[in-house]
């Protein structure tokens, strides 16, 4: 009989146990309560918030009302006794009245060519040879080093965009279609500081590059942010460029060379990098100033094991102002990212009501970074500079960019095979009724481009949800990163609940059962994880 009483009361004690999680998981979609978030996303991009630039009054407004925000809720801080992680920029701006010499001719900044630099030095200057690198990887793994055999030191280098995946039709070749971070324009720009180069041309062809000329003239002619190392950032190159086709075009042509045969032999094994005979000249005159920028950030602490974070992020920065046919615009990024940073802020609230009867027991992290349209710059420094252990961060969820409008039937996964996340999100979408769908652009390497790719790199399970343009497609060519992306009472919100409530819900088993995910593909992030001892 006594048998019999424990054996139900650790049946009843189970049961009891399973259903406690599967109430907290139900009713995590329930708890959603869309006119918070309209209110968020309605006063975050709102004209009076500036278009909420790093470093301008519209950063000021951003930060104190997310500070607000989560002590309203009444999450507690995640730096110490602080809301807040100050992150100390160097604000770069060359003098645009500039111009590249090569090959004999002169391209116009801005219409042939952009430039720019990270390297904290008032004056950058260039005369020097020209050597074309291919693609400008080095990728022992894939038996690939377009480096080899030649010395760029102190030389400029021109580099094809994407990878050589991109055009071979070979799925197995580098990731086929799909952009490797060897494809990366920040990645061309590492590598070729690693081998000497001073200056860096990347090509730019909008299929490969997933964008139009105008998105690299736009950022290429504005003022620059970056963090600052020890040595003022001077192992990096020296110029950071990109080169129009056309002018590219006429390089090869006046060094007696066809670009598109040169193209086409940088994809094949076993190209040998191309002296072309010609130099570069170039000057960039800057204005440095040196100032803080700051991340938010606040937690509910676990109950049982409080030093094991499950974190949830969006960066709360757009483009502030620009100009659009020739008048000042604000570039209010409702979609692009207030909505990310509202979805914060509502499942912050959501898990701080639920953890009142049910408390959670890991610790949840919710936070909103600086300076992501930059170069995830916010992220960078919160990943180098955690305020746990990086190995200690369970994983790190990202939004950037919600669906606004209806629901839909699918999610989508930004890359394949890269953690156990992914069987997270197909999991919890299955018991939405949704299945997962590849990312329909593939090439445009989005894995690599949002704030969750500096916490990959420090080894944190990362996981990015995004949804820009897959459900309204005049977003992209109309909106995105125009004055265009405003806030609409017509939005109907059926995604945003639905992909809060998977995100919620995928929060929810992290934070209780006590896994820690792994990356499954063979990356610099698994050996970075694995050395963490994790």
Known sequence: MVRKLIASAVLLTSTMAVNAADNKLSHIGQSLNLDNFRKDVKTLASDEFEGRAPLSKGEDKTIDYLVSQFKEIGLEPAFGESYIQKVPLARILADQDFSLQMGGMTFENGSEFVARTQRISETIKIDNDVVFVGYGINAPENNWNDYEGVDVEGKTVIVLVNDPGFSSGKPDFFTGNAMTYYGRWTYKYEEAARQGAEAVFIVHETMPA??????????????????????????????????????????FEAAGMNYREMKKAAGQRGFEAVDLNQTAQLTLDNTIEHKESRNVAAILPGSESPDEWVALHAHWDALGKGMENGKEVVLNGAVDNASGTAGVLELARVFKEQAKENPYKRTMMFGAFTAEETGLIGAKHFAQNPPIPAKDIVAFLNIDGMNVNDATDYTLQYGDNVSELEDYVEEVAKSQGRTVKPDPRPQNGLFFRSDHFAAAREGIPSYLFMSLGDTDPQFIANRYHKSGDDYFESWTLGGVKQDLDLIGQIMAKLADNGDWPQWTGDSDFKDARKASGR
């Open 210 to 251: 997933g964008y139009g000329w105008g998105v690299v003239q736009a950022g290429g002619t504005t003022a620059k942010f970056t963090l600052v190392d020890n040595n003022n950032n001077q192992s990096q190159v020296g110029v950071m460029g990109w080169m129009h086709l056309r002018a590219a075009q006429k390089v």
